[in-house]
């Protein structure tokens, strides 16, 4: 059976999309801890990013690393962190989260509600920046 993301990838689920090629997908967590909260997967369905091939795994990476520049242009913060958890959903994947301190990335932490308008707003500044 086809994981969450692998049917937001297809379109069976609406995502605030950022970015995509043939090989990653990139859009906004909608639980996010920051304004600017995205979530990068690769379009192959793996479940431990460390089982992807090295192709994939390193241009997963690379993908991530244009996409923190973006963030950071279009959110003000110190950093963008990244993290790899996987243990929520078994589809490798990747948060980058703009922050400005330790906590800001402390995913015990309460999440933003944000509304559809302000995703979409903010997919469509960190889209322009990418």
Known sequence: MASIFTKIINGEIPSYKIAEDN?????????????????????????????????????????????????????????????????????AHIHLIPINTMNDCNFANSKLKLTKDEFEEIANKIRTNF
């Open 23 to 91: 090989f990653y997908f990139a859009f906004l967590d909608i639980a996010p801890l920051k304004k600017g909260h995205v979530l990068v997967i690769p379009k192959k369905e793996v479940d431990n990013l460390f089982d992807l091939d090295e192709e994939t795994y390193q241009g997963l990476f690379l993908f991530c690393k244009r996409l923190a520049k973006a963030i950071k242009t279009t959110i003000p913060c110190n950093r963008v962190s990244i993290h790899i958890i996987g243990l929520e959903v078994p589809h």
